[in-house]
């Protein structure tokens, strides 16, 4: 089935694997803290198409490294080559937790304006001097980063990196994907109404000006 909305959801480094923001809670605690589950009820539910990534299996069965994705980067951009860029979706978000993040903000080197928003969960990413701008401007209009902190829910705590930063209302870096997930929804579906919004105007606009007028949209 074709879906005009995509999300992709990116774990961390380590021995998680794709389903999984964290090993430890999946087994001492519960699926619902622990995997990703929660997050692909709502996203089916918010009639969302969800790609998995499972950027730390990059070796076979008997310990071999697997051609084209033997490296974590390698293979979160062969997934956003080869399926991600070639789907029929509209625009694209994503959900990238810890290490994941640094995956994502890899990605934005080359991900197509089909990418409107990342919604990072206490992220390890980092910028440097040879960063490019339209990443920066990226992270800086369409990202935001759910922190570890006790301050509720939401609340500011400043700019990390180059995007802004919220608490996740809990200071266990693990849970702070399962803690934020409502608001993290509620972002991501925000950037998607304004994406559509704006390219609904756009197309009004064209579909009633003469072409000289139409210049400065194209």
Known sequence: KACSHVMVLICGTGKVLAGQWSRKYCMSDSLEKGSILPYIEKSLNSNYGILVMNPNKTTTEDDKPIKRVHTPFLHSEYVWENFIEKSKADTVVVVAHSFGGVLAVNLLKTASKKLVAIAFTDSAHSLNTHTEDHVK??????????????????????????????????????????????????????????????????????????????????
């Not at 902190?149 to 700019?159: A, F, M, T």
């Open 137 to 218: 401007e990226f992270l800086k209009r369409h990202a935001l980063n759910w922190v570890m902190s006790k301050k509720k829910l939401d609340s500011p705590v400043g700019e990390r990196n180059g995007v802004m930063c919220v608490s996740s209302g809990v200071d266990i870096h693990e849970l702070t994907s399962p803690h934020a997930i409502e608001s993290v929804f509620a972002f991501l579906n925000r950037k998607i109404v304004l994406t559509v919004t704006r390219f609904s105007r756009i197309f009004e606009q064209v579909s009633r000006a003469p072409y000289s007028a139409l210049i400065p949209l194209l």
